[in-house]
Nanobody
């Protein structure tokens, strides 16, 4: 059973930076897509960025140019470096892993950007 644990969330002032991490355990195949989603209060969960096992990367328009997603296949980890944060980036950030059969979710880490 795949388990995902996020870390690195916290309170940061507008314009600041934050680095989120996701540790995956129980991964039996490296053929997967890892994603970061976020959900702001009262809003739907939205995709922030995704990265395949071959390091193909896609960003949401809101993240492009400010966020950098990365992964380490050997360590089953994924990271999200976030720069130039604004209050609109606040929310719970979730790690997701899709192995083309099942979707797995972490419990999320809270990011709060103060104005």
């Amino acid at each position: 059973q795949v388990q995902l644990v996020e870390s690195g969330g916290g309170l940061v002032p507008a314009g600041g930076s934050l680095r989120l991490s996701c540790l995956a355990s129980g991964v039996t195949t490296s053929v997967n897509v890892m994603r970061w989603y976020r959900q702001a209060p009262g809003k739907q969960r939205e995709l922030v960025a995704r990265i395949t096992q071959n390091l193909n990367i896609t960003y949401a328009d809101s993240a492009r140019g400010r966020f950098t997603i990365s992964r380490d296949n050997a360590k089953n980890t994924m990271a999200l470096h976030m720069n130039s944060l604004s209050p609109e980036d606040s929310g719970v950030y979730y790690c997701n892993l899709y192995n083309y059969r099942h979707n797995y979710w972490g419990k999320g880490t809270l990011v709060t950007v103060s104005s």
